[in-house]
């Protein structure tokens, strides 16, 4: 058996069922023993402290309650045989457990061998994962409990800070940047804590934000406390100005048989992600190779540990790598279903939001999808519950993903948008500000608005140079070259010719990242395609053109194009519906534009349908990159076509 007050308190037995403790006051009395780490706790101390005005029978309600926490949790002991558990001992009661069998003991144990041994992360990281929320949770108005649940949180924020500084010495961290962020926030008078989040800050490559994190912290002591900086945090700024070597990682020498653990290389992954261009297609790689050495460990919370640490901000909704993205999910759910629906909420959020962002392929089947949806459902009410900042907005990135099942969700997905980008901005999460803003981007020009896409489009360029995001100019010149394509159909705006060229130079900047072949394929030739249809202009016809997985849905109208009219009729009859992404209301309306050329009535009307709720968007606005106009326009195409069938 096994007893928890890392959170609510609980019994368990070996096979993981739980025990029946009765009510409030008979778990109060088994809490106080725990807390008393096996020593006696005399009857009337356990009666003051269950007690504020203890009633004239309490030492016999007391008894009461000891002898049915001693069935409950010694059921199979025999008849007047003395306890084992829970014994007398002279006045008073003492609870005798193995300290491995107390998860408030065992982290205090871990703790301890952490302090001593660098080599204790493993361990520590175990500790921690078993905080289920405040310590003795249920037991609230307990004077006992509360300086009990002070001392145990005190010690939960040094084991943070202690796991930090052994990631750090160990020549990781970057991707500590956002839990310690939201660590100081919290805790701001904790100076250790401004320290460390300086250092993950320049492991990370971001100098002038960590010598800004020092001098911030050094305002708010001065300003609030009237104290100095301490000595270490003085070093550190001093270190960072001079470049000294002590901050430096070590070297990792790559030779046969020398590998990094499965945790380090999914954080340099994480990394590499964050850097963009071809670092972003090594990363992809040496994830999945971290999560498979994981899965061959047998330790079921490294493994989601290693899952959830490649939190990197995702913005399409196609994947990159669906045989990837696939395995991951696979993996993810593997260890979902190993750590049980009582596993740790923080390693179960992470690991639903994963099933979320990379369950994001055109090719999914409608099981699949909802099983995301509920995954991303899911782990966005962990993470609201756990209240981290940095897992809600990775949670809320998986929502965003999944919030593509039909057309016209424009303002929802401008909602989820801004409420990452004020988590963001409030936590520092630099990375996923990027992405609420480009989510913003993306809603705005679904809408029609360029003038508000355009203010997300520069505010997440400014942001883009403190963290070296490299792919965001190349998203927002594909922005501009939309806008340059919207304006080109209206009365002395630019000419078709010039949103052409504004539109090539965004493919070869992209083309030129090597990295985004989910974003990347098919994308100019759809842009030209727009274009054209915003000029009245039949589709192109180069065959060089790769109109790559869009061809089912461009296909009828480039046969069209070249008069080859039956041969458009069939293609557009072996046209699937389109998938829910980010171009879903552009491919319905060349859909809807190829039946009402075709005088196809049924499939006018199925295009109509689906088009309606969007009616008041742009088609391909939602993408940020492309535009085929308003989709009233299709709509009413659509519409036409179908009442003369």
């Given at each position: ?143 006992w409990a509360r300086r009990e649940r002070a001392r145990l949180e005190e010690l939960r924020l040094e084991a943070l800070e202690l796991r930090a500084r052994l990631v750090l010495d160990s020549g990781s961290g970057a991707e ?470």
């Amino acid at each position: 058996m096994r007893i928890d007050v890392l959170g609510a308190v609980r019994a368990l037995r070996d096979d993981g069922t739980p025990v029946d403790l009765g009510g409030p006051r008979h778990r109060e009395v088994l809490a106080r023993l725990v807390a008393a780490g096996g020593r006696m706790v005399a009857t009337d101390t356990l009666v003051d402290d269950l007690w504020a005005e203890p009633p004239v029978r309490a030492v016999g309600a007391l008894r009461t309650f000891v002898a049915a926490l001693r069935r409950a949790i010694e059921p199979e002991r025999p008849p007047r045989t003395p306890p084992r558990v829970l014994v007398t001992e002279g006045p008073g009661y003492a609870l005798r457990l193995p300290r491995d069998q107390v998860d408030a003991h065992r982290f205090e144990d871990a703790l301890a061998h952490a302090r001593r041994s660098p080599d204790a992360l493993p361990g520590l990281d175990a500790a921690l994962a078993a905080w289920r929320g405040p310590a003795y949770a249920d037991v609230t108005d307990a004077g006992w409990a509360r300086r009990e649940r002070a001392r145990l949180e005190e010690l939960r924020l040094e084991a943070l800070e202690l796991r930090a500084r052994l990631v750090l010495d160990s020549g990781s961290g970057a991707e500590l940047v956002a839990e310690l962020g939201a660590h100081v926030t919290e805790h701001p008078w904790r100076e250790p804590a401004w320290g460390l989040l300086a250092r993950a800050l320049h492991r990370a490559g971001r100098q002038a934000d960590a010598l800004a994190t020092l001098r911030r912290a050094r305002t708010m002591l001065v300003e609030q406390l009237g104290l100095d900086p301490g000595a270490d945090l003085k070093r550190l700024e001093a270190d960072i100005l001079q470049g000294a070597t002590t901050l430096r990682p070590a070297r990792t020498v790559w030779t046969a048989g020398v590998r990094l653990g499965p945790r380090t290389t999914v954080e340099l992954a994480r990394t590499l992600a964050l850097a963009g261009g071809d670092a972003l297609v090594h990363s992809r790689r040496d994830r999945l190779a971290a999560v498979q050495a994981a899965e061959r460990t047998g330790d079921t919370a490294l493994t989601a540990r290693v899952i959830g640490a490649y939190d990197v901000p995702a913005l399409w909704s196609r994947a990159d790598d669906p045989g990837q993205s696939r395995a991951v999910v696979a993996a993810a759910e593997r260890t979902l279903a190993a750590l049980g629906a009582d596993g740790p909420a923080e390693l179960r959020a992470r690991l639903l939001a994963t099933v979320a962002v990379e369950s994001r392929s055109a090719d999914l089947s409608g099981a699949e999808r909802e099983r995301a949806g509920r995954a991303a459902r899911a782990a966005e009410a962990l993470a609201r519950e756990l209240g981290d900042p940095a897992l809600l907005v990775f949670a809320l990135n998986g929502v965003f993903l999944q919030s593509f099942a039909r057309p016209g969700l424009a303002a929802t997905r401008d909602v989820i948008g801004a409420e990452i980008l004020g988590l963001a901005t409030r936590h520092e999460l630099p990375n996923f500000a990027v992405l609420g803003r480009l989510i913003r981007l993306q809603s705005a020009s679904a809408l029609g608005d360029l003038d508000a896409a355009t203010a997300h489009a520069r505010a997440a360029e400014r942001l883009a140079v403190s963290t070296e995001a490299s792919l965001v100019p190349v998203l927002t010149g594909w922005f501009r070259a939309r806008a340059t394509a919207a304006r080109s159909a209206e009365p002395g705006g630019p000419t078709a010719a010039t949103a052409a060229a504004r539109y090539r130079a965004a493919e070869d900047a992209l083309a030129g990242t090597a990295s985004m072949p989910g974003l990347h394929r098919g994308l100019f030739a759809l842009a030209l395609l727009g274009l054209r249809l915003l000029h009245d202009r039949p589709a192109p016809t180069d065959p060089a053109l790769d109109w790559g997985p869009y061809r089912p849905w461009t296909q009828p109208l480039v046969l069209l194009a070249g008069n080859r009219v039956e041969e458009a009729r069939a293609a557009l009859s072996a046209a699937p519906e389109p998938p829910p992404d980010h171009l879903q209301e552009a491919l319905w309306c060349l859909t809807a534009h190829a039946a009402a050329r075709l005088g196809e009535p049924a499939l006018a009307a199925r295009a109509a349908t689906a088009l309606h709720p969007a009616r008041t968007e742009h088609a391909g606005g939602a993408s940020g990159m492309l535009t085929l106009g308003p989709v009233a326009r299709y709509l009413a195409e659509a519409e036409a076509c179908a009442a003369q069938g």
